[in-house]
């Protein structure tokens, strides 16, 4: 699968407003599946109706305010990632995607959460600590120039640097959401199959990353990233046509 002709398809089904191509079903999907993986409240028609009108379908099941204003910020976090595909991965875009995520996000703000920047404030993955906020830009840096120092990006680079990227938590919140957009983008730009992490296979997800920080290996999130791949191209070739 050729990932120029995606790209080119995302670009022209968005600028028409196209809600019925693969655009809009990688806009629902990216969205419904990396929220939920951090716990929203929404469902997949509730998520699918926010990108198609901006209104929720009538239920009588609760939600979060929180919730909507992070599934708003992932589309357009995922526009910026579509405009800015031609710049290399740098701190300032990795930054200017999580400010897109998290902008419109009111509890966050009013918890003082730095917004398109690094953290202030400690914090841990389950009982795992996480670089200290000082360490943060030099860290990242690293991570980085490791990561531009390699010259054909196949799936294991991509799954190390995924997950030396959550071990970092660079940001307060948000960096489950802004590092698996990441991943999609490169896999893009590397002319591999994007990844799509489902919330179905959460369990798998946080084990690949627990073995990483306790062995270093990626075995286990190759494993998931392989077989996230093959669905993903199985809906790319329906919609581009292809056998």
Known sequence: MKNEEL???FR?????????????YTQRT???????????TLNEEQTASLFDTGMLPRSDDYYRAKDVEETNGHFL???????????????????????????????????????GDYKERPNMVGMYETALPKEVPEKIRELLAWYHGISVKTLSVMAQFHARYEALHP???????????????????????PVVIE??????????LKEYRETGKTGLLEELFKEEQEEYAKKVDYFLGED
Request: aromatic residues 12%.
């Open 199 to 208: 919330d179905k296979f959460r369990g798998r997800y946080i084990e690949g």
């Open 12 to 24: 022209i089904e968005r600028k028409k407003f196209d809600r019925s191509g693969i655009y809009a």
């Open 77 to 115: 976090m995922f526009n910026k990632m579509i405009d800015t595909l031609d710049e290399p991965l740098s701190e300032e875009l990795i930054k200017a995607f999580h400010f897109e995520l998290k902008s419109g996000v009111f509890e966050d703000r009013a918890n003082g959460y730095a917004i």
């Open 171 to 193: 940001f307060q919140d948000g960096n489950g959401r802004t590092g698996r957009l990441i991943l999609f983008r490169e896999c893009l730009k590397a002319d591999l199959t």
């Open 7 to 9: 790209i080119r398809r």
């Open 30 to 40: 990216l969205a419904y599946n990396s929220n939920k993986i951090e716990g929203s």
